[in-house]
């Protein structure tokens, strides 16, 4: 997805980190430089508005369920392993140790 114009940060990484943007999860140079590449790309603005759209309908419709904090501590385990390039282990690292031992 593209306007054709030449942007100084490209669509694509834009659209790769939407979801980051999205949930605060990057240092404010970072959200700077996406407030800047939408304010000259339509397409990826429109893009941005449906992902916050259907996040804030997620959230209306599923927000109020806790999330245990060994789950979340899993989960966000995992992902930090794929962002940091490491190993991600084949095995389902949120399941408990006798989930895994019945697979």
Request: aromatic content about 4%.
């Amino acid at each position: 997805m593209s306007c054709g114009e030449p942007h100084e940060t490209d669509c694509s990484e834009i659209l790769d980190h939407l979801y980051e943007f999205l949930d605060r999860e990057m240092p404010d140079t970072e959200c700077t430089k996406f407030e800047t590449h939408f304010e000259e790309c339509s397409p990826c603005l429109e893009k941005y508005g449906l992902e916050q759209a259907v996040k804030k309908l997620v959230k209306r419709c599923c927000g109020h369920d806790d999330v245990p904090g060994d789950l979340r501590s899993k989960v966000m385990g995992r992902i930090e392993l794929i962002r940091s390039g490491e190993a991600v282990p084949e095995h389902d690292v949120t399941a408990s140790p006798a989930t895994r031992r019945e697979s």
